[in-house]
Nanobody
Framework: VQLQASGGGLVQAGESLRLSCSGS????????IGWFRQAPGKEREWVSY????????DYADSVMGRFTISEDVAENTVYLQMNSLKPEDTAVYFC??????????????????WGQGTLVTVSS
């Protein structure tokens, strides 16, 4: 397993969670890292990314202002801080890594490497 995602759980609407994406045998520096999610019966949706070279960050409109992607290089971990959670945020969250300079490739195609997914459930 090269990526490990963790931190999911059951929370109430308005609460927060922090997800972690750790590289076990993969050094995340140099990879574009994306967070994605998939709700039951829906297609995978891109949530956020951290660019591979300049550390640029971007977010899907649905999470803008509520989610923050960050990184601890020493810990080889990328985090997704999720605040003001809503029931519609309920999904399995995945992190993906791709060695690309083009964030759109990561967003559209996904990662070359994936974490196993962590379930986030937000109750109303």
């Amino acid at each position: 397993v090269q990526l490990q995602a963790s931190g999911g759980g059951l929370v109430q609407a308005g609460e927060s969670l922090r997800l972690s994406c750790s590289g076990s045998t993969l050094t995340l520096e140099g990879f574009g890292i994306g967070w994605f999610r998939q709700a039951p019966g829906k297609e995978r949706e891109w949530v956020s990314y951290r660019g591979s070279r300049d550390g640029t960050r971007d977010y899907a409109d649905s999470v803008m202002g509520r989610f923050t992607i960050s990184e601890d290089v020493a810990e080889n971990t990328v985090y997704l801080q999720m605040n003001s959670l809503k029931p519609e945020d309920t999904a399995v969250y995945f992190c993906g890594a791709r060695r690309t300079l083009n964030p759109m490739v990561l967003i559209k195609v996904g990662g070359d490497y994936w974490g196993q997914g962590t379930l986030v459930t937000v109750s109303s």
